[in-house]
């Protein structure tokens, strides 16, 4: 079988997996700080009008509609990790 060139593609897709890692760290750390000031509030984790308002606002910016579900099923899991975190995170510690 004939094998086609990926390379340039491939190449794409590595740039564009180094700026999610940076961009997820970014969130992560961000989820981490409110992780902890929730902690000292007692506050839920879990806020269902924030998650709705998120996948929303999400909704509004895909641009393209045919892939909706690709992005939410990304999205559910960015989400869900993040409360795992969260509830992980030890006492003052990001
Ligand atoms: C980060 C938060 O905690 C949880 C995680 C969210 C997220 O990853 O965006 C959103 C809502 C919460 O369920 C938050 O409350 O903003």
Known sequence: MLKTN???ERRQINIINFFLI???HRRLLIV?????????TG???F???????IKN??????????????????FDIILKSSR???????????
């Not at 795992?84 to 990001?94: D, H, P, S, T, W």
Request: without cysteine.
């Open 57 to 74: 606002h999400l909704l509004k910016e895909i641009p393209d509609q045919e892939n909706i579900e690709y992005y939410q099923e990304i």
């Open 84 to 94: 795992e975190v969260q509830k992980n995170l030890k006492k003052g510690r990001a």
């Open 22 to 24: 940076k961009l997820l």
């Open 32 to 40: 981490k700080k409110i992780g902890l000031k929730k902690q000292k």
């Open 47 to 53: 806020d269902k009008n924030r998650e709705k308002e």
């Open 43 to 45: 506050q839920e984790i």
């Open 6 to 8: 990926l390379k340039k």
